[in-house]
């Protein structure tokens, strides 16, 4: 059952992997090369679920299964999310280091805590779930400020959108995380996967989608206000 998941995964992720792609040549010419991290988010998790579905990269983590390469997926595409997001906020590039490694480091902790047992567990997961709060803190103050102040009130908006689509659905992965065999164990391996497949499709191919979207309507603006298309 759980591998039928795995393939839902991967199926989701292709396809919205090629709408995505697809996408590039929609979007204004000023934004396609920030825009094509938009597409390696999904991209890469093709070849995580690929590797699931064929049965390859779960360990046991003493006494359940741990997929490392879902973190490892993680890993590489929360903080290429984050940093399209500081990119489209036009922040520093202090800030864009801090939100990228405060991601990275959520996905070691988690990692970590799923590997360990016991109080050492939840202390790893409380190490992660920190520095997520982070990366939220920095969501809302200083990139949010540094969207308001350098774009325009649509793209503005834009930024807003993605940043309450990214906290809100990926508040729901350390629950899981918590519900799940790694934390309490009220929730089994199978639910669980068809929930983070669920997630894993809709954060990473909605999040391109919505931007695609975005950037789609505002160049039809571009057509009747020829400034907007270079004001990126
Ligand atoms: C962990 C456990 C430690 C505490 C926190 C976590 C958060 C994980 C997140 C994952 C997001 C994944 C996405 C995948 C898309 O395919 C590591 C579960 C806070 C935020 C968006």
């Given amino acids: 059952m ?31 090369k920030r825009y094509l991290l938009l597409v390696a988010i999904p991209g890469i998790a093709i070849v995580a ?18 997929y490392v390469v879902r973190y490892v997926d993680w890993l590489l595409t929360t903080p290429i999310n984050v940093l399209y997001l500081g990119l489209l906020a036009h922040v ?27 109080a050492l567990s939840y202390g790893l997961f409380t190490a992660g779930a920190a520095a997520f709060a982070g990366v939220v803190y920095l969501l809302y103050g200083d990139v949010a400020d540094s969207a308001v ?3 325009s009130d649509v793209e503005a908006s834009l930024y807003r959108t993605l940043r309450n689509f990214v906290v809100v659905l990926w508040s729901v992965y350390p629950v899981v995380w918590l519900l799940g065999a790694a934390g309490i164990g009220l929730m089994d391996v199978e639910t669980a996967s068809l929930v983070i497949v669920y997630l894993d ?28 298309i270079t004001a990126d």
């Fill in 92 to 118: 520093n590039r202090e800030t864009i280091g801090k939100l990228v490694g405060l991601q990275a480091l959520t996905i070691v902790f988690g990692f970590a805590g799923a590997m360990a047992n016991g």
């Fill in 149 to 151: 102040a350098t774009l």
């Fill in 2 to 32: 759980i591998t039928t998941w795995f393939t839902l995964g991967l199926l989701g992720e292709l396809l919205g992997t090629a709408l995505l792609a697809y996408g590039y040549t929609l979007v204004p010419e000023s934004t396609r």
């Fill in 201 to 228: 499709v809709v954060t990473k191919v909605g999040f391109g989608t919505i931007a695609l979207h975005a950037w789609m309507t505002m160049d039809l603006d571009a057509v009747t206000d020829g400034a907007a």
């Fill in 49 to 66: 679920y690929l590797l699931l579905a064929l049965d390859i990269g779960a360990v046991d983590g003493g006494g359940h299964t741990v």
